[in-house]
C-alpha cells in the first residue's frame, strides 16, 4: 500500500500535468517562458534551477541558449512540457518501486501469477535467482547470465525446467 506522501505526490503530479495540458496544450512548443514561470509550472524554485544548470552535466529542464552572457533566460514551452513528462515517468516508477518493498521470499510466496520481479538465469541450466541476490553476490554469476523481469508464472516455470536439466544430469 503506498505510503500517504507518495498518494499525495501522484495526485499532485497529475493535477499539475493535466492543468499544463488543459491550459497551454494550444501554444506551440516554441513559446518562451521565463524562469518564473517555468516554477509555477514545474515547482522549481528559481535557486533550483540556477543548481541544475550550474551541475555537470546540466540537469533538465534546459534553457535556451543564451545569445550574450548576463541576458535574460529562457525556456521552451516544449522543453518544459519533456521535462514534466519524463518527471511523471520518473514518479511512475519509483511509485512503482516503493509498492514493491517486499523481498525475493515475500513475493514468491504472496504474489499473483502476472506479478513481476527483476530474475538473473545463471548457469549452464539458467537456473532462475533473485537479481538482487546474485548483485550483491550471493549467487554466483557469470557474463553470459542475463537478467530480465519475469512473472511468478514464467519464474516458476523456468525453475521448474532448470531442476529437470540439473536432475537428468545428475542421473546421467
Known amino acids: 500500500m503506498p505510503s500517504m506522501m507518495w498518494a499525495c505526490q501522484d495526485v499532485s ?4 500535468q493535466s492543468f499544463l495540458t488543459r491550459e497551454v496544450e494550444h501554444l506551440d512548443d516554441s ?5 518564473q514561470q517555468v516554477f509555477i509550472l514545474t515547482g522549481l524554485s528559481l535557486g533550483m534551477l540556477k543548481e541544475r544548470m550550474r551541475t555537470r552535466p546540466p540537469q533538465p529542464p534546459h534553457p535556451m541558449p543564451r ?3 548576463h541576458t535574460a533566460i529562457w525556456y521552451s ?19 512503482m518501486i516503493a509498492m514493491k518493498r517486499w523481498s525475493f521470499s515475500t513475493w514468491v510466496s504472496t504474489a499473483k501469477p502476472d506479478e513481476e520481479w527483476p530474475i ?19 549467487v554466483p554469476t ?22 529437470a536439466a540439473i536432475e537428468s544430469e545428475e542421473l546421467a
Open 67 to 69: 545569445e550574450r552572457a
Open 142 to 163: 557469470t557474463l553470459s547470465d542475463r537478467s530480465k523481469w519475469m512473472t511468478l508464472g514464467e519464474y516458476m516455470t523456468a525453475l521448474k525446467q532448470a531442476i
Open 31 to 35: 513559446v518562451l517562458l521565463l524562469p
Open 77 to 95: 514551452l516544449g522543453e518544459i512540457r519533456r521535462f514534466l513528462r519524463e518527471r511523471a515517468e520518473n514518479a511512475e516508477i519509483d511509485r
Open 120 to 138: 538473473t538465469l545463471v548457469g549452464p541450466h539458467r537456473k532462475p535467482v533473485d537479481f538482487f541476490a546474485a548483485l550483491r553476490g550471493e
Open 13 to 16: 503530479l497529475r493535477f499539475q
